[in-house]
Nanobody, 120 residues
Framework: QVHLEESGGGLVQAGGSLRLSCAAS????????MAWYLQAPGKQRELVAA???????NYADSVKGRFTISRDNAKNTVYLQMNSLKPEDTAVYYC??????????????WGQGTLVAVSS
């Protein structure tokens, strides 16, 4: 069993910053891709940023230049540094781990989500 624990969400004013963290726990040999998704009220979940075990990154156009994804492979933890936040960034942010290698094979895991609210 693999569990993702997110932290760092909250309420911030427009222009402010937040740092999200997501730590994976359980019997993990390797996590190939870790990512952050967001889901705004009434909308579908969408990719914010992803990072491979080798450090390659991918960002949604809406966050390029403002958000930075990073990871600590030794701690099985992924971070999302969010700067210059806008009200339209308001959403529940979900951590996602894909192709998690465990003793029983590969898993895909989602976190419970953390709310980010940006006031104007």
């Amino acid at each position: 069993q693999v569990h993702l624990e997110e932290s760092g969400g909250g309420l911030v004013q427009a222009g402010g910053s937040l740092r999200l963290s997501c730590a994976a726990s359980g019997s993990i040999f390797r996590i190939n891709v870790m990512a952050w998704y967001l889901q705004a009220p009434g909308k579908q979940r969408e990719l914010v940023a992803a990072i491979t075990i080798g450090g390659s990154t991918n960002y949604a156009d809406s966050v390029k230049g403002r958000f930075t994804i990073s990871r600590d492979n030794a701690k099985n933890t992924v971070y999302l540094q969010m700067n210059s936040l806008k009200p339209e960034d308001t959403a529940v942010y979900y951590c996602h781990a894909d192709r998690v290698l465990t003793p029983t094979g590969y898993l895909e895991v989602w976190g419970q989500g953390t709310l980010v609210a940006v006031s104007s």
